[in-house]
């Protein structure tokens, strides 16, 4: 009996947040974006959270003039779905109307080729590839000990070791793809504008200013309660900002 009720409590909630986002997806489309915005801010304080609703929720953001909510959302909807090019190519249109203009140190190359390996899919979807390679792997094993055909012996062995390396590379992409999501060392200035200090007090030497919608890489925290992080700008510039000025993606 109690399994039973909550089957149907479980599926009245998937029911009523189809309704939610059908509604607001309505919303949206008759250009009532305040509306919407409401209705996709009330389903993620409910816990419910995918790549889809962020990106929808950037959008609304951005028809509203309001450029920080925008990259934040649009930030968050990529660390779901890294390899969607829609929440990509959205995300540059936001960046480009902030203030400030940063030119980002460039990476190693093997770095930036590795990343973008690993974004070519989620973290789930990694994880499906490699269980599906373990199979694949199990399945040449079999052939292999119980065939007795030698050249068919030979290649069910190389290609079971061959797809037991794609299993451990998967599993180390899907590994890479959840530490990403889970990782909140970035964030955005929600602030209009921000002066970062030498120090983490308010009579710290000013060093220079950052303006709302930069995207920062949060480093240390400090006082009780973390009121100051320490951030790094994607040019390598750092100081200190009070953790009320921006929103952890």
Known sequence: MKKAIYIFLLLFVQQTFAQ?????NALYSIEKYDEAITIYENILKQGKESSTLYYNLGNAYYKTNK?????????RALKLNPADNDIKFNL???????????DAVEPFFLDTWMKSRINKASSDQWAVRSVCCFILTLALLLTYIFVRIRWIKKTAFFSACFALVMVCMFMIFAAKQKKSILNNDFGIVFSETVVIKGSPDESGTELFILHEGT????????????EWLEVETEDGNAGWIKSENIEII
């Open 215 to 226: 995207k920062v890489h949060v480093k240390n925290t400090f006082g009780n309660n973390k």
């Open 92 to 102: 540059d249109l936001a960046k480009a109307r902030t203030v400030d203009k940063i």
């Open 67 to 75: 450029i920080a909510p925008a990259i934040l959302n649009y930030e």
């Open 20 to 24: 939610n986002i059908t509604e607001a």
